[in-house]
């Protein structure tokens, strides 16, 4: 099976439908964009694939070591623990945190140690601590915030802190990443900056990315495959190519030809 299957995935609020019977594939290490007007179901159907909301119909099944998994009754922290992480359209960062300590918050889920350890101060507390710190450092060097450790996470600039957002999920070593609208607010310097580093992160990390953005020339450029929602239901799915020619793509969009 693929890495994850999503099968009549629906999701109501009282009469209405955010996300309607919608089927799609994520394979491994591979780079796709969901795309959609506003409205279409788009952070909708990421809550739901990430645990934040639970499917009113369809399964969502993960692909494990283990054999397949159904995510559906999943909460958000177990659906993590199997390799699904997230940003999100609002920049969700710990504000009064450094910069260190944010991304190594995200790794004591994995690499954590009792609670006697910590709260005793052992010597095994203090060696997990440097662990970490030394990890959650070699990422950060990655993208190029090494020097903003010690920095509380508030005082950084937007796109350090859209940047920090990313690199916190990835310390979770995620086996697919969701990435809401990451390109909200840049600049075209930032946009272009991060179009390459989405690029290293799904290379370099072999990870599979799904990507929400509303900058198109950022999504055709780096993305395999795209699906795109209209009023919650699958309107279209191919390359971009195929995309760029879709007459009901281009309806949704513009209205016409």
Not at 244 to 249: E, F, G, L, R, S
């Amino acid at each position: 099976m693929s890495l994850l299957e999503i099968k009549k995935l629906t999701k109501n609020f009282g009469g209405l439908s955010a996300v309607s019977m919608v089927d799609m594939t994520f394979e491994k290490n591979e780079l796709v964009g969901l795309i959609g007007p506003n409205g279409a179901g788009k952070t909708t159907l990421f809550n739901l694939l990430t645990g934040v909301y639970v499917p009113s119909e369809g399964t969502i099944t993960l692909d494990t070591d283990k054999g397949p998994v159904v995510l559906n009754q999943k909460s958000p922290h177990q659906i993590s623990d199997l390799g699904l992480t997230r940003t999100f359209q609002n920049i969700r960062l710990f504000h009064e945190l450094s910069v260190l300590d944010n991304v190594k918050i995200a790794m004591h889920s994995k690499k954590g140690v009792s609670l006697w350890h910590s709260l005793c101060r052992t010597s095994k507390y203090y060696q997990n601590e440097k662990e970490l710190s030394e990890q959650a450092l070699e990422l950060l060097t990655l993208f190029n915030l090494q020097d903003k450790q010690d920095v509380l996470s508030k005082h950084l600039s937007y796109g350090e802190q859209r940047r920090l957002e990313i690199v916190r999920a990835l310390a979770t070593n995620p086996r697919i990443l969701f990435l809401d609208e990451p390109a909200a607010g840049m600049n075209p310097q930032e946009t272009a900056e991060l179009t390459e580093l989405i690029h290293k992160i799904q290379q370099d990390f072999n990870i599979t990315v799904v990507l929400i953005e509303h900058d198109m020339s950022l999504v055709m450029s780096i993305c395999q495959r795209i699906y795109v929602l209209e009023y919650g239901r699958l309107l279209a799915h191919g390359t971009p190519d195929e995309i760029k020619q879709n007459k009901a793509v281009i309806k949704a969009y513009l209205g016409g030809e």
